[in-house]
């Protein structure tokens, strides 16, 4: 009784606000409320600032530390965005003549793009985006980053991040002198692929130097044996479509369901100290042939720099592919020569970023096809090194009790792929939002929220009478029935 008036009270509402609307909206607008709740291949962050890359360096906007941007690049396109960056030189981070560190003014940048193509979109083995740094007199900062990325010999279309750095503290590093910077974000496309364009989410994560820099080596002894593959029960947890949607897991067996052309998102926090194993199962289906390549498993750090990634083809039967052999969390990792290695450089947020290739359709189906992560998290939390001054954002450096709350429970990181975001039934959130859509005056959405709420308060009126007058098995009160709301 209770969930068929719920039912009704939405019904009743939609009918008024879409007789409404059927006067006052635009042609053509009508059904854009109910596309707008189809879940996109990738939900960018809520508070997203939008932002257009600019064609030259003078006219760059400058980016701020702990802020997400959104913006578009066309095919082959180049845009510039500003930074202003700090003195980051050796001399920085050593004590002044009166003892007092001047560390705190010394920083290492690290920004972010990511590329998503529309679903569909034509790509090619050489398609992607490359991230870079450079300083007002053009010349480009180096150390050592990886600043490109492809789609590869799966040539679907997915989210790709590319990133670019500049370094704090000693060593032969460009690019540490104070003063304006400039991000270069250019895309790259080979003959025969899309010219739709690509939509961006850019990200700056500023982190200050340590009070004392001890060590400029990278380790060079660490268990690097694959350790035995983790077995228990599988649980699930569903996978968010974004960095800032991407839903927590600790170690253990997780299961999931993921569809061709689909990209899932998950983190795990990892302290200091700590490794991180993880494989991707893709279980049996139906179909014939055989597909190269075809799912892809990508591990990004808290800066969402890529640490690794490994793929493995399909046919049909169950198949696994798993992340190589990672050195614990630890500063110096930074000073390793090789990508994987030194990007295990902080503690914090990492992201498994699994993807299916678009291809699989044609093979075996749609899906939903059955995934299965197996993360383990090696070691014990060591103490964080000594930094400076505080990160921005802050906390992004560091494995809190939230995090570990966080990972238990499968809570999505904040901004992402979470609720509607109103306390509202689901029905009266989806009216609301054809009122946006519609865009109709205010007048006109004052007349439609009375005529709404007087509906709502007569039918729950009527209908809380009704409830009191059911009786309970038994004796001679009633029940009232509540509404509850699956999260």
Same mark, same amino acid.
């Given at each position: 009784?209770?969930?068929?008036?719920?039912?009704?009270?939405?019904?009743?509402?939609? !009918?008024?606000?879409? /007789?409404?609307?059927?006067?006052?909206?635009?042609?053509?607008? !009508?059904?854009?409320?109910?596309?707008?709740?189809?879940?996109?291949?990738?939900?960018?962050?809520?508070?997203?600032?939008?932002?257009?890359?600019?064609?030259?360096?003078?006219?760059? =906007?400058?980016?701020?530390?702990?802020?997400?941007?959104?913006?578009?690049?066309?095919?082959?396109?180049?845009?510039?965005?500003?930074?202003?960056?700090?003195?980051?030189?050796?001399?920085?981070?050593?004590?002044?003549?009166?003892?007092?560190?001047?560390?705190?003014?010394?920083?290492?940048?690290?920004?972010?793009?990511?590329?998503?193509?529309?679903?569909?979109?034509?790509?090619?083995?050489?398609?992607?985006?490359? =991230?870079?740094?450079?300083?007002?007199?053009?010349?480009?900062?180096?150390?050592?980053?990886?600043?490109?990325?492809? @789609? $590869?010999?799966?040539?679907?279309?997915?989210?790709?991040?590319?990133?670019?750095?500049?370094?704090? $503290?000693?060593?032969?590093?460009?690019?540490?002198?104070?003063?304006?910077?400039?991000?270069?974000?250019?895309?790259?496309?080979?003959?025969?692929?899309?010219?739709?364009?690509?939509?961006?989410?850019?990200?700056?994560?500023?982190?200050?130097?340590?009070?004392?820099?001890?060590?400029?080596?990278?380790?060079?002894?660490?268990?690097?044996?694959?350790?035995?593959?983790?077995?228990?029960?599988?649980?699930?947890?569903?996978?968010?479509?974004?960095?800032? $949607?991407?839903?927590?897991?600790?170690?253990? =067996?997780?299961?999931?369901?993921?569809?061709?052309?689909?990209?899932? @998102?998950?983190?795990?926090?990892?302290?200091?100290?700590?490794?991180?194993?993880?494989?991707?199962?893709?279980?049996?289906?139906?179909?014939?042939?055989?597909?190269?390549? !075809?799912?892809?498993?990508?591990?990004?750090?808290?800066?969402?720099?890529?640490?690794?990634?490994?793929?493995?083809?399909?046919?049909?039967?169950?198949?696994?592919?798993?992340?190589?052999?990672?050195?614990?969390?630890?500063?110096?990792?930074?000073?390793? =020569?090789?990508?994987? /290695?030194?990007?295990?450089?902080? /503690?914090?947020?990492?992201?498994?970023?699994?993807?299916?290739?678009?291809?699989?359709?044609?093979?075996? $189906?749609?899906?939903?096809?059955?995934?299965?992560?197996?993360?383990?998290?090696?070691?014990?939390?060591?103490? !964080?090194?000594?930094?400076?001054?505080?990160?921005?954002?802050?906390?992004?450096?560091?494995?809190?009790?939230?995090?570990?709350?966080?990972?238990?429970?499968?809570?999505?990181?904040?901004?992402?792929?979470?609720?509607?975001?109103?306390?509202?039934?689901?029905?009266?959130?989806?009216?609301?939002?054809?009122? /946006?859509?519609?865009?109709?005056?205010?007048?006109?959405?004052?007349?439609?929220?009375?005529?709404?709420?007087?509906?709502?308060?007569?039918?729950?009126?009527?209908?809380?009478?009704?409830?009191?007058?059911?009786?309970?098995?038994?004796?001679?009160?009633?029940?009232?029935?509540?509404?509850?709301?699956?999260?």
């Amino acid at each position: 009784m209770g969930r068929r008036t719920g039912w009704w009270r939405g019904r009743t509402v939609l !009918a008024g606000a879409a /007789a409404l609307l059927s006067v006052v909206a635009p042609a053509g607008q !009508a059904t854009t409320a109910t596309a707008a709740d189809t879940p996109p291949p990738y939900r960018f962050a809520a508070d997203a600032e939008r932002i257009e890359g600019a064609t030259n360096t003078a006219d760059a =906007v400058r980016l701020t530390p702990g802020t997400y941007y959104r913006s578009t690049i066309r095919d082959n396109g180049k845009l510039y965005y500003g930074l202003r960056l700090d003195d980051a030189s050796t001399e920085s981070s050593t004590s002044s003549a009166s003892g007092v560190s001047d560390a705190s003014h010394a920083s290492s940048a690290y920004v972010s793009a990511t590329a998503v193509p529309k679903p569909g979109t034509k790509v090619t083995y050489s398609d992607g985006i490359k =991230v870079s740094l450079q300083d007002s007199d053009g010349h480009r900062c180096f150390s050592g980053d990886a600043g490109i990325a492809r @789609f $590869g010999p799966t040539e679907s279309p997915r989210p790709l991040t590319a990133w670019a750095s500049r370094r704090a $503290g000693p060593g032969a590093y460009t690019c540490k002198g104070a003063g304006t910077y400039t991000v270069l974000v250019e895309r790259t496309s080979g003959p025969g692929s899309s010219l739709d364009d690509w939509e961006l989410e850019l990200q700056y994560v500023s982190e200050p130097a340590l009070e004392e820099v001890t060590s400029t080596a990278a380790p060079r002894v660490w268990d690097s044996a694959s350790p035995q593959a983790l077995d228990g029960l599988a649980r699930t947890r569903e996978g968010g479509t974004s960095f800032s $949607g991407a839903r927590s897991l600790e170690q253990g =067996v997780w299961k999931d369901g993921i569809r061709a052309g689909q990209t899932l @998102f998950y983190r795990v926090p990892v302290d200091w100290g700590q490794q991180l194993d993880a494989t991707a199962e893709l279980g049996p289906a139906d179909g014939d042939g055989y597909l190269g390549n !075809a799912l892809v498993m990508a591990l990004h750090n808290p800066v969402r720099a890529l640490v690794d990634d490994a793929d493995v083809g399909y046919d049909g039967s169950r198949k696994r592919t798993g992340l190589e052999p990672l050195p614990p969390v630890a500063y110096e990792n930074r000073f390793a =020569v090789d990508d994987q /290695a030194g990007g295990m450089r902080f /503690a914090g947020w990492y992201y498994l970023v699994v993807h299916l290739a678009e291809e699989m359709s044609d093979k075996f $189906g749609d899906g939903p096809f059955e995934l299965t992560l197996r993360v383990r998290v090696r070691g014990t939390a060591g103490e !964080a090194p000594a930094y400076s001054g505080a990160a921005v954002p802050r906390d992004v450096f560091e494995v809190t009790a939230k995090d570990k709350d966080a990972a238990a429970s499968g809570s999505a990181a904040t901004g992402g792929d979470g609720g509607d975001g109103g306390g509202g039934s689901s029905s009266e959130n989806i009216a609301m939002k054809a009122v /946006a859509v519609g865009g109709i005056g205010t007048g006109s959405v004052l007349v439609l929220g009375l005529v709404m709420w007087t509906v709502v308060a007569r039918r729950r009126a009527g209908a809380d009478a009704r409830e009191r007058a059911v009786p309970v098995a038994g004796g001679g009160a009633s029940r009232t029935y509540g509404r509850s709301r699956a999260r």
